[in-house]
T-cell receptor
Framework: DGGITQSPKYLFRKEGQNVTLSCEQN?????MYWYRQDPGQGLRLIYY???????QKGDIAEGYSVSREKKESFPLTVTSAQKNPTAFYLC??????????????FGDGTRLSIL | SQQGEEDPQALSIQEGENATMNCSYK?????LQWYRQNSGRGLVHLIL?????REKHSGRLRVTLDTSKKSSSLLITASRAADTASYFC?????????????FGTGTRLTIIP
């Protein structure tokens, strides 16, 4: 079955540490997204990529970095510069640019906490 | 920034009743989408309505869109316990090819058996 796999499900970060969240999709989608969700809140866009080797900042990119070296993979690094990283992180994908009105497909998230 | 605002923030109804959630937004859109999120899980796409459509149905779901009022509603008929979840609206910008969605803050729906 096609879908999006996020790992790990739970992650703990120590002070000063960078951590990387994995997101892999086998839907053959061009576009991928990272969102942050805080308790009782909606989703806020961190970074998105519409095609391999290209990505753009979303609304809250500070303290985060991404790469898009392969179509199926879009890892997110939460750096030590992100002072409040505790949140639920969701990865999503959609077919890609040039095709409007697309739904997004989501993984099951990674919950990140500070030790 | 949040584009959509869902109303109410929380809703509890008896199983079998209908549930209605509303979404208001601020700027022009290309499309509006509704998603469901079960506790601790990712979002699941429910239905997409284009800006030139007024109503859309999918099973027990009915979505309306009023672009003049910048609002949408999601109706779930004959609710079931499995419908307990948070529901989010998301708007797509009017620029074709930019598929960045902006999500609202969600309505938490509880179905009482």
């Amino acid at each position: 079955d096609g879908g999006i796999t996020q790992s790990p499900k739970y992650l703990f970060r120590k002070e000063g540490q960078n951590v990387t969240l994995s997101c892999e999709q086998n839907l053959n989608h061009d576009a991928m997204y990272w969102y942050r969700q805080d308790p009782g809140q909606g989703l806020r866009l961190i970074y998105y990529s519409q095609i391999v080797n290209d990505f753009q900042k979303g609304d809250i990119a500070e303290g985060y970095s991404v790469s898009r070296e392969k179509k199926e993979s879009f890892p997110l690094t939460v750096t030590s510069a992100q002072k409040n990283p505790t949140a639920f992180y969701l990865c999503a994908s959609s077919i890609g640019p040039g095709i409007s009105n697309q739904p997004q497909h989501f993984g099951d998230g990674t919950r990140l906490s500070i030790l | 920034s949040q584009q959509g605002e869902e109303d109410p923030q929380a809703l509890s109804i008896q199983e079998g009743e209908n549930a209605t959630m509303n979404c208001s937004y601020k700027t022009s859109i290309n499309n509006l989408q509704w998603y469901r999120q079960n506790s601790g899980r990712g979002l699941v796409h429910l239905i997409l309505i284009r800006s030139n459509e007024r109503e859309k149905h999918s099973g027990r779901l009915r979505v309306t869109l009023d672009t003049s009022k910048k609002s949408s509603s999601l109706l779930i008929t004959a609710s079931r316990a499995a419908d307990t979840a948070s529901y989010f609206c998301a708007t797509g910008p009017p620029v074709v090819g930019n598929e960045k969605l902006t999500f609202g803050t969600g309505t938490r729906l509880t179905i009482i058996p």
